[in-house]
């Protein structure tokens, strides 16, 4: 399937503003998310780039039915590039300074069930079958698991672990299972190579555990998952915060459901004599 590409008045323009960004140093995953949302972007306002207006980008964000955070990005995406042009010397004003900053909402923790893995498992390919395990017993984010190398498997007394570079290329180590850790160092080399060179895009991913997983849960929820049975068995919101990668604590709430046998013991010590 072709890449839609963005209309030929503004090709030139995005292409100067995406290597602004590799200069600043942004990861590739999210030069790539904010190409393809620019390019949307640019598609349905059918202006130049020059002769679009502040109420052209506040009419055409107000009229989608994007999700608060869908709406956040574009909302930072539009106001990078139009930045950057009047930064240039392209444009003298900012038209995306008219656009209201999006209302941050609190998303609630979804860890997927267990039972729902457990049938996912059970029909998926080998390599659907290793996509929903970084996910749901390593935590991995999508990009994650699509750049899984032989090489960051590590050896230890304690057992095996896996170094995972996440966002903003900051690293951290994770433990894995033993049989998982086998399964990575056997494949020498990307665990999931791309068709001509490297890995496949967090999308193939994507595409390959939604497959596997029923209707409603995502892949998102298997770190929801991770991320629960972890706090279970530890009780260290800091510690899970790390071992996902966040880099505030507050994040790592919005991940961690309360585990169910807490609720239990609390249920028995409300609940009347019969």
């Known amino acids: 399937m072709h890449k839609k590409l963005p209309p030929a008045q503004w090709r030139d323009e995005i292409t100067g ?69 009047q930064a240039t010397g392209r444009r003298a004003d900012d038209p995306a300074a ?3 900053r999006v209302r941050k909402t609190r998303p609630h923790p979804r860890p997927c069930p267990d039972h729902h893995i457990r049938a ?6 080998v390599a659907e079958m290793l996509m929903i395990r970084l996910g749901a017993e390593a935590g991995l984010r999508l990009s994650e698991i699509a750049a899984v190398h032989s090489r960051d498997v590590l050896d230890g007394d304690a057992g095996p672990s896996l170094i995972v570079r996440g966002k903003g290329d900051r690293q951290r180590i994770v433990p894995i299972p033993d049989d998982l850790a086998q399964r990575i160092t056997d494949a020498c080399g990307w665990v999931f190579p791309g068709r001509w060179t490297g890995h496949v895009e967090k999308s193939y991913v994507s595409r390959h555990i939604n497959r596997v997983l029923p209707a409603g849960w995502g892949p998102h929820s298997l770190r929801h998952r991770y991320a629960t049975r972890m706090y279970e068995a530890t009780h260290d919101l800091l510690l899970v915060s790390k071992l996902l990668g966040h880099s505030s604590v507050e994040t790592t709430q919005i991940y ?3 585990p169910d046998g807490r609720l239990r013991v ?4 409300v609940t009347l004599a019969g």
């Open 17 to 85: 503003w995406l290597e602004s960004l590799t200069a600043a140093g942004l990861s590739r995953d999210t030069i790539n998310t904010r190409r393809c949302k620019i390019g949307h972007a640019a598609r349905c306002l059918d202006k130049s780039p020059y002769d679009v207006t502040s109420a052209d980008l506040v009419h055409w964000v107000a009229s989608q039915t994007w999700k608060a955070e869908t709406r956040k990005g574009y909302r930072n995406t539009l106001a990078s590039f139009f930045r950057w042009m």
């Open 256 to 258: 961690v459901a309360m």
């Open 266 to 269: 609390g249920l028995d010590a």
């Open 120 to 125: 996912a498992l059970h029909d998926a390919t």
């Open 98 to 100: 008219a656009l209201p």
